[in-house]
């Protein structure tokens, strides 16, 4: 595999050169004020990334996983109800954890391809007179799939039902990426992971918690050490942590946000908007589609490109990896082989998407597959030369 060429996965992401240093650091105390210096604009920064108001930052040594895991153990008990689209692999998992900790997942089944179903949601808050679900469990990004859900539409079915529950967003495939708004959006807790939006190597869980999250944990049952939230935010309140903090990860995160806002937020999700668009451009010049079921739904920072009948999808993503040293992501779970994945998140620009869509005609030839070489790029390439002068003069 060449180390030259970007990947093309869906996370981890490419990181610039200047995090990576970023990363690199002599070891330092961390129960020294050397480390709260260092950790305080990285919590201040994602506050910001997140547009939080009230609440608390918690990063944790860990990945996205365990930011899911986090939000629950912190926030319920063995029993409570909570509410879940399942539309993909990574809303299933975050099911299945919740099921093997011992909690009752009121399921929405929702065909892979749609996004969080809004009228559901509602009506399945409006039956619950009881009050038994205790939290909505939404995935912002459906990774899988390539579909980005209404969380602002989600927050307003949530309050036309007048249900008191807290919501849970995976934002670990949008965060730093696409719009993100967890004040407005009244979202109670927010998981991302370092190694997609915010470009770093995987190794933290990055989490916004609302005040009524925080108030949760009084109760919450399930039993939590490493991640407990209290013992974090007892540290917190020190200048450090309950263990040994991931220091240089940190202190990536904080230059990270710093390059996110040197560009501005705003220009990089426009940055994001317009990078998708030239590959959904390419894709529809290939005579294929984006598996997400409508425009609506196209997610900025991934597609999964729905292959021909016949054509294998992962056969092309082992082709790229093994002849051309390019990775793309396969199709996972009900979609192994009927699609392959183009991530175009983080660190990228008009000129590598380029690359990444000839290294996949090259394979589609290589396939037999009926697609014309250069056809998709010049779809982008029309695309990115009509939008490219916009852009530099937004950036000026
Ligand atoms: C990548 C991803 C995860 C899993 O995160 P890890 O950091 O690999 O644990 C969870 N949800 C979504 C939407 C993802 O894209």
Sequence with gaps: MSFQNPVFIPGPTNMPESVRKACDMPTLDHRSPAFARLFKPAVAGVRRVLKMQAGEVIILPSTGTGGWEAAITNTLSPGDTVLAA???????????????????????????????????????????????????????????????????????????????????????SSIASMPFDMAGWGVDIAVAGSQKGFMLPAGLAILGVSPKAIAAMETARLPRTFFDFKDMLAAYGRGGYPYTPAVGLIAGLAHAIELLEDEGLEAVYARHHRLAEGVRRAVFAWGMAPFAASADLYSDTVTAVKVPEGCDGTALVQLAASKYGVAFGVGLGEVAGKVFRIGHLGMLTDVMVLSGLAAAEMCMADLGWKVSLGSGVAAAQEYFRGTAGAMALAAE
Excluded: Y
């Design 86 to 172: 399942r539309f993909g692999m990574f809303s299933h998992r975050w099911i299945d954890m919740c099921q093997r900790h011992g909690l009752e997942v009121q399921i929405l089944e929702t065909p892979w391809g749609q996004g969080a179903p809004l009228a559901a949601i509602e009506a399945a808050l409006k039956a619950d007179k009881a009050g038994k679900i205790k939290a909505v469990l939404a995935t912002h990004n459906e990774t899988a799939t390539g579909v980005k859900s209404d969380i602002a539409g989600i927050r307003r079915a949530m309050d036309a039902a007048g249900h008191g529950a807290m919501l849970f967003v995976d934002g670990v």
